[in-house]
């Protein structure tokens, strides 16, 4: 075993993990199903359903492939897109750090599994397994291509943000008493 095969096993395997994670959690966790559409909902996604099921599906199914080594270009596709639907519907808004629920760790996710994507998974995977070696310039342009394009056509069908509140209109100043005399 080559270091830089147990190390690109190592980062898929903290991605992978992680993401399977986050998707049981989406789908078990907390508010379940339910909860998490209600939350996509709030954030201006219709079919909140739908989305939060296909979320979670696909968080575990893609951090299984990346945990694995399997179809890795696809798998970092999903995750990217993934990561790229979060960053803009909940928090692009919110600046750069996590703590202020800000988009550090759906960047971090999505470029470490970019990084999968061009350096591929490593001789001890399921893709070296099966002969399977889509990396470089190829896997990054399968990975980021399949990403942003899954990501607009979900944005476009299904993403409508909600209207910013509008502040009331600040009432007219009370008119002078009139004097007497």
């Known amino acids: 075993m080559d270091r830089i095969d147990v190390a690109l096993l190592i980062l ?3 991605i992978g993990v992680t993401m399977i994670i986050h998707g049981l959690n989406h789908a078990f966790g907390g508010g379940r199903i339910a909860g998490a559409a ?17 979320s979670a599906g696909v968080e575990v199914a893609a951090g299984l492939g990346i945990a694995v080594g399997f179809l890795t270009p696809l798998s ?3 995750l990217i897109g993934v990561m790229l639907v979060a960053g803009i519907t909940a928090h692009r808004k919110n600046g750069f ?13 999505a470029v470490a599994s970019l990084v999968l994507a061009v350096a591929g998974p490593g001789r001890i995977s399921l893709d070296h397994l099966i002969g399977i070696d889509v990396s470089g310039w190829a896997g990054a342009a399968l ?5 942003v394009a899954g990501s607009a056509v979900l944005l476009g069908a299904t993403y409508r943000p909600p209207a910013r509140a509008r502040q009331p209109e600040p009432a007219p100043a009370p008119a002078p008493a009139p004097a007497r005399d």
């Open 12 to 14: 898929r395997v903290l």
């Open 38 to 54: 209600r939350w996509f909902e709030s954030l201006g996604l219709r079919h909140g359903k739908v989305q939060a099921t296909m």
């Open 76 to 78: 970092a596709a999903a």
């Open 97 to 109: 750090f996590v703590f202020r629920d800000g988009y550090e760790y759906v960047l971090f996710i």
């Open 143 to 147: 990975a980021v291509g399949l990403a």
